[in-house]
Nanobody, 116 residues
Framework: QVQLVESGGGLVQPGGSLRLSCAAS????????MGWYRQAPGKQRELVAQ???????NYVDSVKGRFTISRDTAKNTVSLQMNSLKPEDTAVYYC??????????WGKGTLVTVSS
């Protein structure tokens, strides 16, 4: 079993910052891709950012220039630094990882609320 535990969500004012973290533990031999998805009320879950084993990254257009994803391969952790937050960033954010053979795992999610 693989467990993903997210932390760092909360309430922040527009223009503020938050940092999300996710730690993977359990029986996973190799993590290929680590990423963050989000799901706003009434909307489908969407990819926010991914970071691949070689270090390349991928972001949804709406967060480019504001969010930064990073990973610590040795510790099996991934973080998402979110700056200049907007009300439309409000969502439950989910950590997601892919193992070497394409196996996929999800965290339980952490709520981010951007409101004044």
């Amino acid at each position: 079993q693989v467990q993903l535990v997210e932390s760092g969500g909360g309430l922040v004012q527009p223009g503020g910052s938050l940092r999300l973290s996710c730690a993977a533990s359990g029986s996973i031999f190799y993590i290929n891709i680590m990423g963050w998805y989000r799901q706003a009320p009434g909307k489908q879950r969407e990819l926010v950012a991914q970071i691949f084993s070689a270090g390349s990254t991928n972001y949804v257009d709406s967060v480019k220039g504001r969010f930064t994803i990073s990973r610590d391969t040795a510790k099996n952790t991934v973080s998402l630094q979110m700056n200049s937050l907007k009300p439309e960033d409000t969502a439950v954010y989910y950590c997601n990882v892919y193992g070497l053979y394409g196996e996929e795992y999800w965290g339980k999610g952490t709520l981010v609320t951007v409101s004044s």
